[in-house]
């Protein structure tokens, strides 16, 4: 069965680069069929599809947040993560890695992870 | 910006027949934007319903079903239940790897 995982800090200051990764297991980042994907959900508010990302490096991101995010995939240690840069309050939110299947069924987020909630505060 | 546009909320009877739409700010909707509609209870991960239009997810009750009506995606629940009370929210995929999530209903069902 497959499972995501994210971590990383909670807590980020102003400014500062927000940072998680999504740990797979039960697959692999590897497979040429999906892609891998973050998608935030701010307290009270809705989803929000950030970017997602092939296991050869290919990226697509949401533009509102294209200047600001990379995302990145690390085949050795099946993960791939998400970097916000120059964080504000309006990111903290909770993130969900998930698995996409972008070429197959466009907008199909099939496995979530549980979600992290990442704070944006000094 | 494209912007998905979601009923804000919606209200059902317990047995009844809801059905919640998906639409596009600008330009048609289409089985090429794949929509797909997930459902969220509160403090929970999103749970996939329904794909490429109308294509159920593993597990998922016959009673959820997806369509598109005029130029909307469209998600139908027949004989609603209790526990269907939660936030419904679709996703579109705009093409060039581009998705968009609607602002999500929140559906009651009483």
């Known amino acids: 069965q497959l499972q995501l995982q994210e971590s990383g800090p909670g807590l980020v200051k102003p400014s500062e680069t927000l940072s998680l990764t999504c740990t797979v297991s039960g697959g692999s980042v590897s497979s040429n069929t999906y892609y891998w994907g973050w998608i935030r959900q701010p307290p009270g508010k809705g989803l929000e599809w950030i970017g997602s990302i092939y296991y050869s490096g290919k990226t697509y991101y949401n533009a509102s947040l294209k200047s600001r995010a990379a995302i990145l995939v690390d085949t050795s240690k099946n993960q791939f993560s998400l970097k916000l840069s120059s964080a504000t309050a309006a990111d903290t939110a909770v993130y969900y890695c998930a698995r996409h299947d972008k070429d197959n069924s466009g907008s199909l987020f099939d496995y979530w992870g549980q979600g992290t909630l990442a704070t944006v505060s000094s | 910006q494209t912007v998905v546009t979601q009923e804000p909320s919606f209200s059902v009877s317990p047995g009844g027949t809801v059905t919640l739409t998906c639409g596009l700010s600008s330009g048609s909707l289409s089985t090429s934007n794949y929509p797909s509609w997930y459902q969220q209870t509160p403090g929970q991960t999103p749970r996939t319903l329904i794909y490429s239009t109308n294509t159920r997810s593993s597990g998922v009750p016959y009673r959820f079903s997806g369509s598109i009506l005029g130029n909307k995606a469209a998600l139908t629940i027949t004989g609603a239940q209790a526990d269907d009370e939660s936030d419904y929210y679709c996703?579109?995929?705009?093409?060039?790897?581009?998705?968009?999530f609607g602002g999500g209903t929140k559906l009651t069902v009483l």
């Open positions: 996703a579109l995929y705009m093409g060039s790897g581009i998705v968009v």
